[in-house]
């Protein structure tokens, strides 16, 4: 299997189905990590010198950190129901404990922080609704935290395929640290499968393919992108899901289209508005 592939296991005795971090990915600035907690588990960790942010994708739960707690909070009980998630934003220097109040699935993004700002919810009316694209390149976009929103690093968004579609596409990168043009950003892509039994495939590559990597993405696999181009198919079938997680030097999301492909919007969104 392809190094930038992680699959997800069986719950260990804290819940915990997947972990990414620095160190395991050979980068610098992402973590990403994966909980399945039974009704009244209990999670706690210290953020110590990164900032989290707490995705419920499944289930409700009580999220209590050093001077904040919110009770009952969760709606979707499938990302498949397309509605935004609630969120918890908590900066380093913190902690989080968190209580499945029913069977949860919980995403904890995780970045370099500064303790620049304080924990706060971000409830789904927060959240942004985006439909980007046109024809077999449209999907739906939840920012959850997006560079206009408080954070010192991370940037989170979520990502829905209609069947038979391809997103993050035109193919695009953002591995250049040349502000205004591009920005450095590691990014990492975790994906969730409806029906699960299905796959999505997402080719990773570089202007001069020193990275060419085409994959076979499962139900809860993490893609990780240090660099290149990254685009997504769904196949017949299957809609696909993807809780993108970003963070660099720069709080920004500065990208550039693959120069080959750049046309096939531009083509996509004159059909749609003739």
């Known amino acids: 299997m392809s190094q930038l592939v992680i699959s997800s296991h069986k719950p260990n005795q804290e819940g915990n189905v997947l972990r990414v971090t620095p160190e395991s990915a050979g980068w ?3 973590g990403f990590e994966v909980y399945v907690l039974q009704k009244g588990q209990k999670l706690r960790k210290e953020t110590i010198n990164q900032e989290a942010c707490l995705v419920l994708l499944s289930g409700k739960a009580n999220v209590f950190t050093q001077y904040e707690q919110w009770k009952n909070i969760g709606e979707r009980m499938s990302v498949f129901e397309k509605i935004p998630p609630y969120s918890v934003y908590v900066p380093s220097g913190d902690f989080y404990e968190v209580e499945a109040v029913t069977d949860l699935e919980l995403a904890v993004c995780l970045a370099p922080g500064k303790g620049t700002y304080s924990a706060r919810l971000i409830n789904p009316h927060e959240v942004e609704v985006e439909i980007r694209g046109a024809g077999n390149i449209e999907r739906r976009i939840h920012n959850i935290l997006p560079e206009q929103k408080q954070a010192d690093s991370l940037l989170v968004v979520e ?15 953002h591995d250049q640290d040349n502000l205004p043009y591009e920005s450095y950003l590691e990014e990492t892509y975790y994906h969730k499968i409806n029906p699960d039994h299905g796959f999505a495939v997402q080719r990773v590559y570089t202007d001069d393919r020193s990275l060419d990597e085409t994959l076979v993405v499962k139900n809860g696999d993490v893609v990780l992108v240090p660099k290149g181009y990254h685009p997504v198919a769904a196949p017949p079938g299957y809609e696909v899901y993807y809780l993108n997680v970003m963070a660099g030097p720069v709080r920004t999301w500065k990208f550039r289209n693959d120069p080959d492909h750049e046309w096939v919007m531009e ?3 004159a059909a749609k508005h003739s």
């Open 159 to 173: 990502v829905f395929t209609p069947e038979g579609n391809w997103s993050s596409y035109p193919p695009h990168k």
């Open 28 to 30: 610098k600035y992402i």
């Open 267 to 269: 083509s996509k969104l």
